[in-house]
Protein backbone atom coordinates (compact mmCIF):
# COMPACT_ATOMS: atom_id res chain seq x y z
CA UNK A 1 0.00 0.00 0.00
CA UNK A 2 1.22 3.26 -0.56
CA UNK A 3 0.20 6.29 1.63
CA UNK A 4 -0.16 9.66 0.44
CA UNK A 5 3.21 10.92 2.62
CA UNK A 6 5.05 8.32 0.45
CA UNK A 7 3.81 10.63 -2.82
CA UNK A 8 5.78 13.92 -4.05
CA UNK A 9 3.20 16.28 -5.00
CA UNK A 10 5.62 19.19 -5.04
CA UNK A 11 3.66 21.47 -7.20
CA UNK A 12 1.55 23.69 -5.70
CA UNK A 13 -1.82 23.28 -8.19
CA UNK A 14 -4.84 24.12 -6.21
CA UNK A 15 -5.76 20.62 -4.13
CA UNK A 16 -9.42 19.83 -6.00
CA UNK A 17 -7.90 21.00 -9.32
CA UNK A 18 -8.03 18.02 -11.67
CA UNK A 19 -4.60 18.35 -12.98
CA UNK A 20 -3.87 18.33 -9.04
CA UNK A 21 -5.64 15.16 -9.32
CA UNK A 22 -3.92 13.56 -12.12
CA UNK A 23 -0.67 14.33 -10.69
CA UNK A 24 -1.81 12.68 -7.50
CA UNK A 25 -2.87 9.70 -9.62
CA UNK A 26 0.37 9.28 -11.47
CA UNK A 27 2.37 9.74 -8.41
CA UNK A 28 0.55 7.20 -6.63
CA UNK A 29 1.25 4.90 -9.50
CA UNK A 30 4.79 5.54 -9.34
CA UNK A 31 5.03 4.78 -6.08
CA UNK A 32 2.95 1.70 -6.89
CA UNK A 33 5.30 0.29 -9.46
CA UNK A 34 8.20 1.62 -7.87
CA UNK A 35 7.39 -1.10 -4.85
CA UNK A 36 6.46 -3.77 -7.25
CA UNK A 37 10.10 -3.52 -8.51
CA UNK A 38 11.47 -3.48 -5.57
CA UNK A 39 9.79 -6.72 -4.49
CA UNK A 40 10.32 -8.29 -7.56
CA UNK A 41 14.47 -6.79 -7.35
CA UNK A 42 14.26 -8.65 -4.40
CA UNK A 43 12.22 -12.00 -4.83
CA UNK A 44 15.09 -12.76 -8.04
CA UNK A 45 18.36 -11.61 -6.06
CA UNK A 46 17.23 -13.71 -3.42
CA UNK A 47 17.16 -16.84 -5.73
CA UNK A 48 20.04 -16.24 -7.74
CA UNK A 49 22.21 -15.79 -4.14
CA UNK A 50 20.63 -19.41 -3.36
CA UNK A 51 21.92 -20.74 -6.78
CA UNK A 52 25.40 -19.18 -6.89
CA UNK A 53 25.78 -20.66 -3.49
CA UNK A 54 24.43 -23.74 -4.33
CA UNK A 55 27.16 -23.83 -7.09
CA UNK A 56 29.97 -22.32 -5.29
CA UNK A 57 29.61 -25.24 -1.85
CA UNK A 58 30.41 -28.60 -4.03
CA UNK A 59 32.49 -26.90 -6.43
CA UNK A 60 34.99 -25.35 -3.90
CA UNK A 61 34.47 -26.95 -0.48
CA UNK A 62 36.23 -30.20 0.35
CA UNK A 63 33.50 -31.14 2.82
CA UNK A 64 30.38 -31.58 0.20
CA UNK A 65 30.90 -34.75 -2.55
CA UNK A 66 29.58 -33.04 -5.96
CA UNK A 67 28.65 -36.63 -7.10
CA UNK A 68 26.04 -36.41 -4.20
CA UNK A 69 24.99 -32.86 -4.40
CA UNK A 70 25.96 -31.64 -8.28
CA UNK A 71 25.89 -27.60 -8.70
CA UNK A 72 23.26 -25.93 -10.68
CA UNK A 73 25.35 -26.47 -13.61
CA UNK A 74 25.85 -30.15 -13.88
CA UNK A 75 22.19 -30.44 -13.33
CA UNK A 76 21.55 -27.80 -16.06
CA UNK A 77 23.84 -29.79 -18.20
CA UNK A 78 21.70 -33.23 -17.44
CA UNK A 79 18.50 -30.95 -18.00
CA UNK A 80 19.04 -29.44 -21.41
CA UNK A 81 19.30 -32.58 -23.48
CA UNK A 82 16.44 -34.22 -21.28
CA UNK A 83 14.46 -31.33 -22.27
CA UNK A 84 14.87 -31.39 -25.98
CA UNK A 85 14.75 -34.81 -26.39
CA UNK A 86 11.16 -34.19 -24.65
CA UNK A 87 11.72 -36.61 -22.09
CA UNK A 88 11.01 -33.95 -19.58
CA UNK A 89 8.02 -32.68 -21.50
CA UNK A 90 6.20 -35.93 -21.59
CA UNK A 91 6.79 -36.76 -18.04
CA UNK A 92 5.60 -33.04 -16.66
CA UNK A 93 2.30 -33.84 -19.22
CA UNK A 94 1.44 -37.08 -17.78
CA UNK A 95 2.23 -36.02 -14.08
CA UNK A 96 -0.15 -33.07 -14.80
CA UNK A 97 -2.48 -35.01 -16.34
CA UNK A 98 -2.80 -37.46 -13.12
CA UNK A 99 -2.78 -34.75 -10.69
CA UNK A 100 -5.01 -32.51 -12.26
CA UNK A 101 -8.02 -35.61 -12.71
CA UNK A 102 -7.74 -36.79 -9.74
CA UNK A 103 -7.89 -33.12 -8.12
CA UNK A 104 -10.55 -32.41 -10.15
CA UNK A 105 -12.53 -35.46 -8.96
CA UNK A 106 -11.59 -34.34 -5.40
CA UNK A 107 -13.02 -30.41 -6.13
CA UNK A 108 -16.36 -31.56 -7.62
CA UNK A 109 -17.32 -34.37 -5.41
CA UNK A 110 -15.83 -32.64 -2.13
CA UNK A 111 -18.12 -29.45 -2.53
CA UNK A 112 -20.96 -31.39 -3.41
CA UNK A 113 -20.94 -33.94 -0.60
CA UNK A 114 -19.62 -31.18 1.80
CA UNK A 115 -22.64 -29.38 0.85
CA UNK A 116 -25.19 -31.90 0.99
CA UNK A 117 -23.35 -33.22 4.51
CA UNK A 118 -23.65 -30.06 6.20
CA UNK A 119 -27.24 -28.57 4.94
CA UNK A 120 -28.67 -32.37 5.32
CA UNK A 121 -29.04 -33.35 8.89
CA UNK A 122 -29.77 -36.76 8.46
CA UNK A 123 -27.04 -37.35 6.01
CA UNK A 124 -24.35 -35.67 8.21
CA UNK A 125 -24.75 -38.13 11.35
CA UNK A 126 -25.22 -40.82 9.16
CA UNK A 127 -21.75 -40.04 7.14
CA UNK A 128 -19.99 -38.10 9.56
CA UNK A 129 -18.24 -41.28 11.62
CA UNK A 130 -17.26 -43.17 8.36
CA UNK A 131 -15.67 -39.49 6.71
CA UNK A 132 -13.87 -38.65 9.84
CA UNK A 133 -12.38 -41.62 10.00
CA UNK A 134 -11.16 -42.22 6.52
CA UNK A 135 -10.00 -38.50 6.94
CA UNK A 136 -7.78 -39.83 9.34
CA UNK A 137 -5.86 -42.41 7.75
CA UNK A 138 -2.30 -40.31 5.89
CA UNK A 139 -3.25 -41.13 1.95
CA UNK A 140 0.06 -42.56 1.73
CA UNK A 141 -0.57 -45.69 3.38
CA UNK A 142 -2.86 -46.70 0.89
CA UNK A 143 -0.47 -46.36 -1.68
CA UNK A 144 0.06 -50.37 -1.53
CA UNK A 145 -3.38 -51.39 -1.65
CA UNK A 146 -4.34 -49.56 -4.37
CA UNK A 147 -1.65 -50.56 -6.76
CA UNK A 148 -3.06 -53.84 -5.63
CA UNK A 149 -6.53 -53.34 -6.83
CA UNK A 150 -5.90 -50.62 -9.97
CA UNK A 151 -2.36 -52.50 -10.80
CA UNK A 152 0.47 -49.68 -11.50
CA UNK A 153 -1.36 -47.73 -14.52
CA UNK A 154 -3.08 -44.20 -14.71
CA UNK A 155 -6.34 -45.01 -12.72
CA UNK A 156 -4.38 -46.02 -9.09
CA UNK A 157 -2.63 -42.52 -9.84
CA UNK A 158 -6.07 -40.40 -10.14
CA UNK A 159 -7.51 -42.38 -7.98
CA UNK A 160 -5.13 -41.74 -4.69
CA UNK A 161 -4.36 -37.91 -5.90
CA UNK A 162 -8.50 -37.68 -5.58
CA UNK A 163 -9.14 -39.29 -2.23
CA UNK A 164 -6.44 -36.92 -0.87
CA UNK A 165 -7.14 -34.42 -1.87
CA UNK A 166 -10.65 -34.62 -1.75
CA UNK A 167 -10.88 -34.49 2.28
CA UNK A 168 -9.60 -30.97 2.87
CA UNK A 169 -12.27 -29.46 0.24
CA UNK A 170 -15.23 -31.60 1.62
CA UNK A 171 -14.10 -30.71 5.90
CA UNK A 172 -13.53 -27.19 4.58
CA UNK A 173 -17.24 -26.84 2.74
CA UNK A 174 -18.67 -28.60 5.81
CA UNK A 175 -17.67 -26.17 8.18
CA UNK A 176 -18.35 -22.74 5.53
CA UNK A 177 -22.01 -24.53 5.09
CA UNK A 178 -22.37 -25.36 8.84
CA UNK A 179 -20.99 -22.66 10.27
CA UNK A 180 -23.10 -19.77 7.82
CA UNK A 181 -23.99 -16.56 9.74
CA UNK A 182 -27.82 -17.25 10.24
CA UNK A 183 -28.36 -13.58 9.14
CA UNK A 184 -27.70 -14.51 5.72
CA UNK A 185 -30.36 -17.55 5.65
CA UNK A 186 -32.59 -15.31 7.22
CA UNK A 187 -32.31 -12.49 5.09
CA UNK A 188 -32.87 -14.74 1.80
CA UNK A 189 -35.83 -16.69 3.06
CA UNK A 190 -37.91 -13.12 3.86
CA UNK A 191 -36.86 -11.98 0.41
CA UNK A 192 -38.68 -14.88 -0.80
CA UNK A 193 -35.56 -16.59 -2.24
CA UNK A 194 -35.83 -20.17 -3.99
CA UNK A 195 -33.83 -22.99 -2.44
CA UNK A 196 -31.26 -23.19 -5.88
CA UNK A 197 -31.02 -19.97 -5.72
CA UNK A 198 -30.25 -19.72 -1.47
CA UNK A 199 -27.57 -22.78 -2.30
CA UNK A 200 -26.14 -21.25 -4.98
CA UNK A 201 -26.06 -17.23 -4.63
CA UNK A 202 -26.14 -17.24 -0.53
CA UNK A 203 -24.87 -20.71 1.09
CA UNK A 204 -22.18 -21.45 -1.34
CA UNK A 205 -20.23 -17.45 -1.37
CA UNK A 206 -20.65 -17.41 1.98
CA UNK A 207 -18.95 -20.81 2.72
CA UNK A 208 -16.29 -19.92 0.41
CA UNK A 209 -13.39 -18.53 1.96
CA UNK A 210 -13.73 -21.74 3.92
CA UNK A 211 -13.83 -23.80 0.47
CA UNK A 212 -10.65 -21.56 -0.91
CA UNK A 213 -8.54 -22.19 1.92
CA UNK A 214 -9.49 -26.27 1.32
CA UNK A 215 -8.78 -26.19 -2.17
CA UNK A 216 -5.53 -24.64 -1.24
CA UNK A 217 -4.35 -27.60 1.10
CA UNK A 218 -5.56 -30.00 -2.02
CA UNK A 219 -3.33 -28.53 -4.46
CA UNK A 220 -0.45 -29.08 -2.12
CA UNK A 221 -1.82 -32.60 -1.02
CA UNK A 222 -2.49 -33.75 -4.99
CA UNK A 223 1.30 -33.14 -4.96
CA UNK A 224 2.68 -35.13 -2.41
CA UNK A 225 0.26 -38.05 -3.20
CA UNK A 226 0.75 -37.54 -6.65
CA UNK A 227 5.19 -38.79 -5.65
CA UNK A 228 4.28 -41.06 -3.19
CA UNK A 229 2.17 -42.81 -6.39
CA UNK A 230 4.38 -42.50 -8.73
CA UNK A 231 7.39 -43.55 -6.61
CA UNK A 232 5.62 -46.99 -5.90
CA UNK A 233 5.31 -48.38 -9.28
CA UNK A 234 4.86 -46.08 -12.73
CA UNK A 235 6.31 -46.11 -16.19
CA UNK A 236 6.32 -42.14 -16.57
CA UNK A 237 6.17 -38.77 -14.50
CA UNK A 238 8.03 -36.52 -12.69
CA UNK A 239 8.44 -38.48 -9.61
CA UNK A 240 8.80 -42.01 -11.90
CA UNK A 241 12.06 -39.92 -13.44
CA UNK A 242 13.32 -39.49 -9.75
CA UNK A 243 13.44 -42.87 -9.03
CA UNK A 244 14.86 -43.72 -12.23
CA UNK A 245 17.74 -41.13 -11.40
CA UNK A 246 18.12 -43.15 -8.00
CA UNK A 247 18.29 -46.06 -9.68
CA UNK A 248 21.10 -44.71 -12.27
CA UNK A 249 23.11 -43.42 -9.09
CA UNK A 250 22.11 -39.96 -10.81
CA UNK A 251 21.24 -37.04 -8.49
CA UNK A 252 21.20 -34.75 -10.91
CA UNK A 253 17.95 -35.92 -12.30
CA UNK A 254 16.85 -36.46 -9.10
CA UNK A 255 17.13 -32.65 -8.79
CA UNK A 256 15.58 -31.73 -11.76
CA UNK A 257 12.35 -33.75 -10.46
CA UNK A 258 12.51 -31.82 -7.21
CA UNK A 259 13.28 -28.77 -9.06
CA UNK A 260 10.07 -29.12 -11.28
CA UNK A 261 7.90 -30.26 -8.16
CA UNK A 262 8.88 -27.11 -6.69
CA UNK A 263 8.09 -25.23 -9.86
CA UNK A 264 4.58 -27.07 -9.96
CA UNK A 265 3.80 -26.31 -6.61
CA UNK A 266 4.16 -23.00 -6.23
CA UNK A 267 2.82 -22.00 -10.02
CA UNK A 268 -0.52 -24.10 -8.89
CA UNK A 269 -0.64 -21.72 -5.42
CA UNK A 270 0.01 -18.66 -7.10
CA UNK A 271 -2.52 -19.44 -9.97
CA UNK A 272 -5.17 -20.35 -7.70
CA UNK A 273 -4.69 -16.84 -5.70
CA UNK A 274 -4.70 -15.28 -9.06
CA UNK A 275 -7.52 -17.25 -10.04
CA UNK A 276 -9.53 -16.28 -6.32
CA UNK A 277 -8.85 -12.91 -7.21
CA UNK A 278 -10.59 -12.67 -10.06
CA UNK A 279 -13.32 -14.83 -9.78
CA UNK A 280 -13.87 -13.04 -5.95
CA UNK A 281 -13.11 -9.50 -6.02
CA UNK A 282 -15.05 -9.05 -2.88
CA UNK A 283 -13.23 -11.95 -1.12
CA UNK A 284 -9.65 -10.19 -0.57
CA UNK A 285 -10.93 -6.80 0.27
CA UNK A 286 -14.03 -8.25 3.05
CA UNK B 1 -54.07 3.08 14.79
CA UNK B 2 -54.62 6.13 13.36
CA UNK B 3 -53.35 5.48 9.07
CA UNK B 4 -54.84 2.06 8.64
CA UNK B 5 -58.13 0.33 9.84
CA UNK B 6 -57.85 -3.14 9.17
CA UNK B 7 -55.21 -5.15 11.43
CA UNK B 8 -52.08 -6.26 9.24
CA UNK B 9 -50.26 -8.34 12.30
CA UNK B 10 -51.85 -9.92 15.32
CA UNK B 11 -50.06 -11.18 18.22
CA UNK B 12 -52.47 -12.45 21.00
CA UNK B 13 -51.40 -13.78 24.09
CA UNK B 14 -48.06 -14.94 22.90
CA UNK B 15 -45.52 -16.67 25.06
CA UNK B 16 -41.94 -17.43 24.08
CA UNK B 17 -39.48 -19.74 26.12
CA UNK B 18 -35.88 -19.88 25.29
CA UNK B 19 -33.80 -23.08 27.04
CA UNK B 20 -30.58 -22.09 28.52
CA UNK B 21 -27.43 -24.44 28.12
CA UNK B 22 -28.80 -26.07 30.99
CA UNK B 23 -32.07 -26.74 29.46
CA UNK B 24 -33.82 -24.13 32.39
CA UNK B 25 -36.46 -22.32 31.00
CA UNK B 26 -36.05 -17.98 30.38
CA UNK B 27 -39.24 -16.39 29.56
CA UNK B 28 -38.64 -13.56 26.77
CA UNK B 29 -41.82 -12.57 26.21
CA UNK B 30 -44.90 -13.68 28.53
CA UNK B 31 -48.64 -13.04 27.23
CA UNK B 32 -47.77 -10.44 24.82
CA UNK B 33 -50.70 -8.84 22.24
CA UNK B 34 -50.07 -6.48 20.09
CA UNK B 35 -51.84 -5.49 16.97
CA UNK B 36 -50.25 -3.65 13.64
CA UNK B 37 -53.18 -2.01 12.02
CA UNK B 38 -52.29 -1.47 7.65
CA UNK B 39 -49.77 1.14 6.93
CA UNK B 40 -49.03 2.22 10.72
CA UNK B 41 -45.20 3.02 12.02
CA UNK B 42 -45.01 1.63 15.21
CA UNK B 43 -41.96 1.45 17.13
CA UNK B 44 -41.05 -1.02 20.00
CA UNK B 45 -38.55 0.45 22.69
CA UNK B 46 -37.98 -1.14 26.28
CA UNK B 47 -34.31 -1.83 27.86
CA UNK B 48 -31.77 -4.77 26.62
CA UNK B 49 -33.63 -7.92 27.19
CA UNK B 50 -37.02 -7.27 26.91
CA UNK B 51 -37.99 -9.47 24.29
CA UNK B 52 -38.03 -6.90 21.47
CA UNK B 53 -36.11 -8.63 18.62
CA UNK B 54 -37.91 -12.20 19.93
CA UNK B 55 -41.16 -10.36 19.24
CA UNK B 56 -39.81 -9.10 15.43
CA UNK B 57 -38.77 -12.67 15.10
CA UNK B 58 -41.97 -14.59 16.12
CA UNK B 59 -43.46 -11.81 13.23
CA UNK B 60 -40.64 -12.58 10.75
CA UNK B 61 -41.35 -16.20 11.09
CA UNK B 62 -38.17 -17.09 12.32
CA UNK B 63 -39.59 -18.25 15.39
CA UNK B 64 -42.54 -20.09 16.34
CA UNK B 65 -44.29 -18.98 19.77
CA UNK B 66 -44.07 -21.42 22.63
CA UNK B 67 -47.46 -20.47 23.14
CA UNK B 68 -50.10 -17.79 21.66
CA UNK B 69 -50.11 -17.19 18.21
CA UNK B 70 -48.79 -14.51 15.54
CA UNK B 71 -50.95 -14.15 12.79
CA UNK B 72 -50.17 -11.86 9.65
CA UNK B 73 -53.66 -11.18 7.12
CA UNK B 74 -55.38 -13.33 9.59
CA UNK B 75 -53.41 -16.57 8.79
CA UNK B 76 -50.66 -18.19 11.32
CA UNK B 77 -47.62 -17.15 10.41
CA UNK B 78 -45.53 -20.15 9.62
CA UNK B 79 -42.27 -18.93 8.13
CA UNK B 80 -40.20 -16.02 6.65
CA UNK B 81 -41.86 -14.96 3.48
CA UNK B 82 -41.31 -11.64 1.20
CA UNK B 83 -44.52 -9.99 2.63
CA UNK B 84 -42.58 -9.24 5.75
CA UNK B 85 -39.31 -7.44 4.85
CA UNK B 86 -36.74 -7.28 7.84
CA UNK B 87 -33.80 -4.98 8.34
CA UNK B 88 -31.40 -6.58 10.67
CA UNK B 89 -29.31 -4.45 12.91
CA UNK B 90 -26.24 -6.14 12.27
CA UNK B 91 -25.16 -5.81 8.97
CA UNK B 92 -26.76 -8.49 6.38
CA UNK B 93 -25.93 -7.60 2.87
CA UNK B 94 -24.81 -10.31 1.00
CA UNK B 95 -21.04 -9.53 1.62
CA UNK B 96 -19.93 -11.22 -2.12
CA UNK B 97 -22.89 -9.05 -3.87
CA UNK B 98 -22.53 -5.18 -5.22
CA UNK B 99 -25.30 -3.35 -3.93
CA UNK B 100 -27.39 -3.82 -6.77
CA UNK B 101 -26.73 -7.46 -7.02
CA UNK B 102 -27.97 -7.28 -3.05
CA UNK B 103 -31.74 -5.10 -4.02
CA UNK B 104 -31.86 -7.09 -7.19
CA UNK B 105 -31.12 -10.94 -5.36
CA UNK B 106 -35.25 -10.77 -3.68
CA UNK B 107 -36.96 -10.08 -6.98
CA UNK B 108 -35.25 -13.25 -8.58
CA UNK B 109 -38.13 -15.15 -7.59
CA UNK B 110 -40.29 -13.27 -9.34
CA UNK B 111 -41.21 -13.43 -13.37
CA UNK B 112 -39.13 -10.48 -14.11
CA UNK B 113 -36.79 -10.56 -17.31
CA UNK B 114 -33.12 -9.53 -16.49
CA UNK B 115 -33.46 -5.90 -17.60
CA UNK B 116 -36.52 -5.28 -15.75
CA UNK B 117 -34.82 -6.72 -12.46
CA UNK B 118 -31.96 -4.66 -12.89
CA UNK B 119 -33.77 -1.51 -13.66
CA UNK B 120 -36.19 -1.69 -10.37
CA UNK B 121 -32.81 -2.26 -7.93
CA UNK B 122 -31.53 0.47 -9.44
CA UNK B 123 -34.98 2.86 -8.96
CA UNK B 124 -35.05 1.29 -5.63
CA UNK B 125 -31.42 2.08 -4.68
CA UNK B 126 -32.46 5.65 -6.10
CA UNK B 127 -35.36 5.92 -3.93
CA UNK B 128 -32.53 5.82 -1.23
CA UNK B 129 -29.75 8.18 -2.94
CA UNK B 130 -27.37 5.19 -3.31
CA UNK B 131 -27.78 5.17 -7.25
CA UNK B 132 -24.17 6.09 -7.64
CA UNK B 133 -22.72 3.16 -5.11
CA UNK B 134 -25.11 0.85 -7.28
CA UNK B 135 -22.02 -1.37 -8.63
CA UNK B 136 -19.98 -0.72 -4.59
CA UNK B 137 -19.99 -3.74 -2.85
CA UNK B 138 -20.41 -3.61 1.05
CA UNK B 139 -17.44 -3.37 2.25
CA UNK B 140 -16.88 -0.39 0.08
CA UNK B 141 -19.72 0.81 1.93
CA UNK B 142 -20.29 3.52 5.12
CA UNK B 143 -22.42 1.90 7.85
CA UNK B 144 -25.33 4.23 6.60
CA UNK B 145 -24.87 3.85 3.18
CA UNK B 146 -25.03 -0.07 4.16
CA UNK B 147 -28.14 0.25 5.75
CA UNK B 148 -30.06 2.38 2.62
CA UNK B 149 -29.09 -0.21 0.65
CA UNK B 150 -30.29 -2.92 3.55
CA UNK B 151 -33.98 -0.89 3.45
CA UNK B 152 -34.05 -0.98 -0.19
CA UNK B 153 -33.38 -4.49 -0.56
CA UNK B 154 -36.41 -4.96 1.69
CA UNK B 155 -38.69 -2.26 -0.21
CA UNK B 156 -37.78 -3.77 -3.53
CA UNK B 157 -40.22 -6.71 -3.26
CA UNK B 158 -43.05 -4.54 -1.76
CA UNK B 159 -43.53 -6.28 1.49
CA UNK B 160 -46.68 -5.82 3.47
CA UNK B 161 -44.31 -4.88 6.53
CA UNK B 162 -41.35 -3.85 7.27
CA UNK B 163 -39.52 -5.29 10.69
CA UNK B 164 -36.45 -3.26 11.63
CA UNK B 165 -34.83 -4.02 14.69
CA UNK B 166 -32.16 -1.45 15.98
CA UNK B 167 -31.53 -0.67 12.15
CA UNK B 168 -29.63 2.90 12.97
CA UNK B 169 -28.18 2.11 15.89
CA UNK B 170 -24.74 1.70 14.81
CA UNK B 171 -24.32 4.82 13.22
CA UNK B 172 -23.68 8.02 14.01
CA UNK B 173 -26.39 11.07 15.23
CA UNK B 174 -26.10 13.07 12.13
CA UNK B 175 -26.44 10.02 9.73
CA UNK B 176 -29.15 8.79 12.04
CA UNK B 177 -31.31 11.74 11.42
CA UNK B 178 -30.83 11.40 7.73
CA UNK B 179 -31.63 7.54 7.83
CA UNK B 180 -34.99 8.63 9.79
CA UNK B 181 -36.15 11.06 7.69
CA UNK B 182 -35.25 9.42 4.41
CA UNK B 183 -37.16 6.20 6.41
CA UNK B 184 -40.68 8.39 6.92
CA UNK B 185 -40.65 9.42 3.08
CA UNK B 186 -40.06 5.83 1.74
CA UNK B 187 -42.96 5.35 4.69
CA UNK B 188 -45.11 7.89 2.98
CA UNK B 189 -44.58 7.13 -0.32
CA UNK B 190 -45.05 3.15 -0.20
CA UNK B 191 -47.60 2.97 2.18
CA UNK B 192 -45.95 -0.18 4.14
CA UNK B 193 -46.31 -0.83 7.67
CA UNK B 194 -43.39 -0.36 9.93
CA UNK B 195 -42.43 -2.15 13.07
CA UNK B 196 -39.20 -0.17 14.35
CA UNK B 197 -37.54 -1.62 17.43
CA UNK B 198 -35.25 0.81 18.93
CA UNK B 199 -33.55 1.51 22.68
CA UNK B 200 -33.75 5.39 21.63
CA UNK B 201 -36.78 7.30 22.96
CA UNK B 202 -36.15 10.00 20.73
CA UNK B 203 -35.86 7.92 17.49
CA UNK B 204 -39.44 6.40 18.66
CA UNK B 205 -40.92 9.66 19.27
CA UNK B 206 -39.80 11.40 16.15
CA UNK B 207 -41.13 8.20 14.04
CA UNK B 208 -43.86 6.47 15.28
CA UNK B 209 -47.51 6.83 15.57
CA UNK B 210 -47.79 4.50 18.30
CA UNK B 211 -44.91 3.64 20.94
CA UNK B 212 -45.40 0.31 22.68
CA UNK B 213 -43.17 0.31 25.97
CA UNK B 214 -41.61 -2.96 27.08
CA UNK B 215 -40.12 -4.33 30.13
CA UNK B 216 -38.34 -6.92 30.94
CA UNK B 217 -37.89 -10.08 33.05
CA UNK B 218 -40.13 -11.27 31.69
CA UNK B 219 -40.96 -9.62 28.28
CA UNK B 220 -44.30 -7.86 28.51
CA UNK B 221 -45.66 -4.76 26.73
CA UNK B 222 -46.37 -1.86 29.99
CA UNK B 223 -47.90 0.48 27.86
CA UNK B 224 -48.97 1.83 24.26
CA UNK B 225 -49.01 5.66 23.24
CA UNK B 226 -50.49 6.53 20.19
CA UNK B 227 -48.52 10.34 18.72
CA UNK B 228 -50.85 12.11 16.55
CA UNK B 229 -48.78 14.54 15.80
CA UNK B 230 -47.86 15.94 12.22
CA UNK B 231 -45.00 14.75 10.57
CA UNK B 232 -42.25 16.12 9.99
CA UNK B 233 -42.35 16.53 14.24
CA UNK B 234 -40.36 19.19 16.08
CA UNK B 235 -37.83 17.89 17.97
CA UNK B 236 -37.67 21.33 20.12
CA UNK B 237 -41.59 21.50 21.09
CA UNK B 238 -43.27 21.22 23.82
CA UNK B 239 -45.08 18.04 23.32
CA UNK B 240 -41.94 16.26 21.88
CA UNK B 241 -40.48 16.90 25.59
CA UNK B 242 -43.22 16.00 27.83
CA UNK B 243 -43.62 12.57 25.53
CA UNK B 244 -39.78 11.76 26.52
CA UNK B 245 -40.34 12.69 29.73
CA UNK B 246 -43.22 10.29 30.08
CA UNK B 247 -41.86 7.93 28.18
CA UNK B 248 -38.42 7.69 29.58
CA UNK B 249 -39.78 7.69 33.41
CA UNK B 250 -41.78 4.52 32.60
CA UNK B 251 -38.79 2.83 30.77
CA UNK B 252 -36.66 4.04 34.07
CA UNK B 253 -39.91 2.21 36.13
CA UNK B 254 -39.78 -0.70 34.36
CA UNK B 255 -36.31 -1.45 34.46
CA UNK B 256 -35.76 -0.93 38.28
CA UNK B 257 -39.06 -3.46 38.92
CA UNK B 258 -36.96 -5.63 37.37
CA UNK B 259 -33.45 -4.97 38.48
N1 LIG C 1 -31.48 -17.92 21.34
C1 LIG C 1 -31.67 -17.64 22.65
N2 LIG C 1 -31.42 -18.58 23.58
C2 LIG C 1 -31.63 -18.33 24.89
N3 LIG C 1 -32.07 -17.14 25.38
C3 LIG C 1 -32.32 -16.16 24.49
C4 LIG C 1 -32.13 -16.35 23.08
N4 LIG C 1 -32.47 -15.21 22.45
C5 LIG C 1 -32.84 -14.35 23.42
N5 LIG C 1 -32.77 -14.90 24.65
C6 LIG C 1 -33.15 -14.27 25.91
O1 LIG C 1 -34.45 -13.76 25.77
C7 LIG C 1 -34.55 -12.48 26.34
C8 LIG C 1 -35.04 -11.49 25.29
O2 LIG C 1 -34.09 -11.39 24.26
P1 LIG C 1 -34.23 -10.37 23.04
O3 LIG C 1 -33.04 -10.55 22.20
O4 LIG C 1 -35.56 -10.57 22.42
O5 LIG C 1 -34.19 -8.96 23.79
P2 LIG C 1 -34.08 -7.50 23.16
O6 LIG C 1 -35.16 -6.70 23.78
O7 LIG C 1 -34.05 -7.56 21.70
O8 LIG C 1 -32.69 -7.00 23.73
P3 LIG C 1 -31.65 -6.01 23.06
O9 LIG C 1 -32.23 -4.65 23.24
O10 LIG C 1 -30.42 -6.18 23.88
O11 LIG C 1 -31.48 -6.39 21.63
C9 LIG C 1 -33.19 -12.15 26.90
O12 LIG C 1 -33.22 -12.43 28.27
C10 LIG C 1 -32.27 -13.09 26.20
O13 LIG C 1 -31.20 -13.44 27.04
MG1 LIG D 1 -32.52 -7.05 20.20
Redesign the interface.
Known amino acids: MTTISDIDLSDNTHPASPSFEAQFRAANEHARRKAQLTRLTLNILGLMLFIAIWEVIPRYSDWVNEVLFPPPSTVLQAFIPMLTSGEIGRNIAISLQRAGLGFAIALASGIMLGLVTARVRWLQYLTEPLLHGFRAIPTIALVPLCVLWFGIGEPSKVVLVAWGAFFPIWITTFIGVRDINLIYLRSAACLGASRRDTLLLVVLPAALPFILSGIRQSIAVSLIVLVAAELSGASAGVAYMMSQGHQLFRVDIMFIGLALLGTFGFLADRVFVALARWLFPWYAAS | MSRGTASLIDVSGVSQIYAGRDGAPTWALRDVSLQIGDGEFVCLIGPSGCGKTTLLHLI???LQPSRGSVAFQQQPIL????D???V?Q?Y?L????TARQNVE??L??KPLSRGARRQLALDALGRVGLLAAADK????LSGGMRQRVAVA??LV?EPKVLLMDEPFAAVDAMTRQTLQDDLLRLWKETGVSVVFVTHNIDEAIFLAQRVVVMAPHPGAIVSERIIDADYPRDRGSAAFGELYGSISGELTNGTRRAA
Do not use: I
Not at chain 2, 79 to 82: A, L, S, V
Open positions: AGFGPGPRGVFEAFAWMFGRAYPHERAV
